[in-house]
């Protein structure tokens, strides 16, 4: 089982719409949960961390859920901009610990 | 945007032949990092440094090697390049500010290709 596994995708959205990802982990030791963006043949860039209480910058939205090793990214209000490749992403092993990421979910935002 | 830079960005090499991907950065991150990631695949931790003179094997296995010398420099080398080297490699570093050490901020990469 991989370490953190994601919706496979790809989502293909209009413009506007709501689209949701999800992401479960097997370490119940993880410590900290992220979201990165990774645009078509680019680097990851950080989108957001995730907070056990749930945050949200934007139009973006982030959940954790510990008890069930979830995490969920909504996007509202979807733009073309945010065609890309979202990549969950989990750390253990406190302040040195590593980051284990996912394979990603795909979204392509379509006028 | 993050100051870490790679090169080359794209390399054809034939098989055999010793190669060296740079990577520096500017933000004096003492946690550097190498990644490797295949079209469609996650990326896979290589190699990691907390330091200089630090160096430490990541969780797949590489026939590559890594130095760090100095703070901003962390290079990694193929003895020996073959075609089961050809893939994308990352570099990354993260800092120690309470706010940012958890965010690694990514080079744009070597595309790498072996004949």
């Known amino acids: 089982r991989k370490e953190v596994e994601q919706d496979p995708g790809p989502f293909n959205v209009p413009e506007g719409a709501t689209v949701a990802f999800n992401c479960t982990y097997s370490?119940?030791?993880?410590?900290?949960f992220f979201w990165y963006r990774q645009d078509c043949r680019k680097e990851p860039k950080l989108l957001m961390s995730v907070y056990s209480s749930g945050n949200e910058d934007g139009r973006f939205t982030a959940q954790l859920n510990r008890a069930s090793q979830y995490i969920s990214l909504l996007i509202r209000d979807s733009k073309l901009s945010d065609s890309a490749t979202y990549l969950c992403?989990?750390?253990?092993?406190?302040?040195?610990?590593?980051?284990?990421f996912g394979k990603g979910t795909k979204l392509s935002v379509k006028p | 945007e993050a100051d870490i830079y790679q090169t080359p960005r794209y390399l054809v090499i034939g098989t055999g032949k010793k190669i060296t991907l740079e990577c520096s950065q500017t933000?004096?991150?003492?946690?550097m990092y190498w990644y490797q990631q295949d079209p469609g695949m996650e990326l896979h931790l290589i190699h990691y440094?907390?330091?200089?003179?630090?160096?430490e094997k990541g969780d797949l296995s590489s026939e590559s090697t890594v130095s760090r010398i100095r703070t901003e420099h962390f290079p990694l080398t193929l003895e020996s390049a073959r075609p089961s080297h050809t893939s994308q490699y990352l570099c990354?570093?993260?800092?120690?500010?309470?706010?940012?050490?958890?965010?690694?901020?990514f080079g744009p990469g070597t595309r790498l290709t072996v004949l």
């Open positions: 990354a570093s993260s800092g120690k500010e309470i706010y940012t050490y958890n965010e690694q901020f």
């Open positions: 440094s907390y330091g200089v003179n630090s160096t």
């Open positions: 992403v989990v750390k253990y092993g406190g302040s040195q610990g590593n980051l284990i």
């Open positions: 933000m004096g991150h003492d946690k």
């Open positions: 370490n119940s030791a993880s410590q900290s």
